[in-house]
T-cell receptor
Framework: KQEVTQIPAALSVPEGENLVLNCSFT??????LQWFRQDPGKGLTSLLLIQSSQREQTSGRLNASLDKSSGRSTLYIAASQPGDSATYLCAVFTSGTYKYIFGTGTRLKVLA | ETGVTQTPRHLVMGMTNKKSLKCEQH?????MYWYKQSAKKPLELMFV???????ENNSVPSRFSPECPNSSHLFLHLHTLQPEDSALYLC?????????????FGEGSRLTVL
């Protein structure tokens, strides 16, 4: 059974810092992995999707990497800004199922 | 017009009421989903529809009844709910092969069961 863990659960950093969010999963037989952002009381916004054959994806200040063999993904945020404050969730789509399995998220606060 | 629209945004209902949540997507996607998000818990997949056919029913109690009349609309009919069903209900859609496509979410419907 696929399990997704995100550490840390919460993170507070000063503006301008580069930071790394972690996501680990127990079953490496995945189709893809997505990183999402969720603002309080709102829906999720897809940030990056990495297919199982890819190692990383980049969008602006965001870079996500995937290491299937070790069951890990990282989301790197460069030069963080207060507007980056949100909860970041990762989700994996496991082969042989019809579903994404989500982690519980990392709540990020970037201080001005 | 946003990609995935959910109504109502907030709903309060008693345990004996019957209500429905509505989701509409304007992205031309083929797959639609209902997720439940409770405090301190990961998102839980409830139902998946692909080309208007249900392909996943994730052991959801029968007091939740989905309906997908066409590829753009998805409903979640609610009846005799319990207080523990209070949560944020999120609708999502994806294009083409739902195993590999990006998920696009609506803003959610915040449900409170008294």
């Amino acid at each position: 059974k696929q399990e997704v863990t995100q550490i840390p659960a919460a993170l507070s950093v000063p503006e301008g810092e580069n930071l790394v969010l972690n996501c680990s999963f127990t079953d490496s037989a995945i189709y893809n992995l997505q990183w999402f952002r969720q603002d309080p009381g709102k829906g999720l916004t897809s940030l990056l999707l990495i297919q199982s054959s890819q190692r990383e994806q980049t969008s602006g200040r965001l870079n996500a990497s995937l290491d299937k063999s070790s069951g890990r993904s990282t989301l790197y945020i460069a030069a963080s800004q207060p507007g980056d404050s949100a909860t970041y969730l990762c989700a994996v789509f496991t082969s042989g199922t019809y579903k994404y399995i989500f982690g519980t998220g990392t709540r990020l606060k970037v201080l001005a | 017009e946003t990609g995935v629209t959910q109504t109502p945004r907030h709903l309060v209902m008693g345990m004996t009421n019957k209500k429905s949540l509505k989701c509409e997507q304007h992205l031309g996607h083929n797959a639609m989903y209902w997720y439940k998000q409770s405090a301190k818990k990961p998102l839980e997949l409830m139902f998946v529809y692909s080309l208007e056919e249900r392909v996943e029913n994730n052991s959801v109690p029968s007091r939740f009844s989905p309906e997908c009349p066409n590829s753009s609309h998805l409903f979640l009919h609610l009846h005799t709910l319990q207080p523990e069903d209070s949560a944020l209900y999120l609708c999502a859609s994806s294009q083409d092969d739902y195993r590999t496509g990006k998920l696009f979410f609506g803003e959610g419907s915040r449900l409170t069961v008294l």
